[in-house]
């Protein structure tokens, strides 16, 4: 036993080097990840009624659990990450007094409630929330950035999301940060299409929060808009509006009130 536990702790060392490389090498980590998942079920690495609780044992499973759901976002699965974070709340809830506290406990708890967020699950985000202390709600950074954004898309404050990506707490955020974005974008973009006849190039732009014209251009297609010689973006709607000659702020207005009627935008 005492062999399969320095073997262990040694591919887990393995492990936390590609972690702090940043996952670059995929198939090594896979396979580095199979073989620690294969060790762990020779040790009581998950805790389970009545069986005795070694500490080492835990502490080791946990932190092999935590770098599989990192590494699980940076190879994009996402049913691997709900895995492992639903193996990690054991160890995080129920045995945070017997285990010394990890330091990747808030990053990945706050990951799960961002994750929940961008699927619109509403209902279990608050309840994972009810979970934590208030202090920890209000003043851990992981935590509060998911919490922040929750309430930017209650008040219906886009603007405030797309800039929230300079300020991620950790890089392992900014893949389920690009899918919230990337919705709300889209979410903005249909009530355009329902609202006007035809919106400016840059008005556009400015609406989406896309700074880069070939980017801009890109989502246009994307979206198959066509553009006329104006450099108007044209829309084909079946009611027709009383005035076509909207003005940047009036369009921002008008789209944003559409938005704030859905039930909710993400």
């Not at 009624?49 to 502490?59: I, M, R, S, W």
């Not at 092999?64 to 190879?75: T, Y």
């Not at 709600?137 to 405030?160: A, D």
Request: aromatic share 10%.
């Amino acid at each position: 036993m005492e062999t399969e536990r320095k073997e262990l702790s040694a591919l887990n060392d393995q492990l936390k080097i590609e972690y702090q490389k940043g996952f670059t090498d995929v198939k090594k980590c896979s396979e580095i990840l199979e073989k620690l998942k294969v060790g762990l079920t020779h040790i009581a690495y998950l805790p389970s009624v009545g069986a005795p609780l070694v500490k080492a044992d835990l502490e080791l499973g946990r932190g092999v659990l935590e770098l599989g759901a990192l590494f699980s976002i940076s190879a994009k699965d996402i049913p691997a990450f709900e895995r492992y974070v639903a193996q990690l709340k054991s160890y995080y809830l129920d045995y945070s007094n017997f285990l010394q506290e990890s330091s990747l406990k808030y990053e990945l708890l706050g990951l799960n409630l961002l994750w929940l967020l961008t699927q619109n699950r509403v209902a279990e985000f608050h309840t994972e929330l009810e979970l934590l202390s208030p202090n920890d709600i209000q003043k851990n950074v992981f935590i509060r950035y998911p919490v922040s954004l929750e309430q930017y898309l209650m008040e219906g404050c886009y603007n405030k999301i797309f800039k929230a990506k300079k300020d991620v707490p950790a890089p392992s955020y900014s893949y389920f940060l690009d899918i919230l974005v990337d919705t709300i974008r889209d979410e903005i973009a249909a009530c355009m299409e329902k609202s006007f006849d035809k919106i400016h190039f840059n008005e556009a732009a400015k609406m989406l929060s896309i700074t880069n014209i070939n980017t801009m251009k890109e989502y246009g297609n994307t979206r198959e808009w066509s553009m006329n010689s104006g450099e108007y973006y044209l829309f084909q709607i079946d009611v027709k509006k009383s005035d076509e000659s909207l003005t940047a702020l009036d369009l921002a207005k008008q789209t944003i009130e559409y938005a704030r009627e859905l039930e909710m935008i993400v």
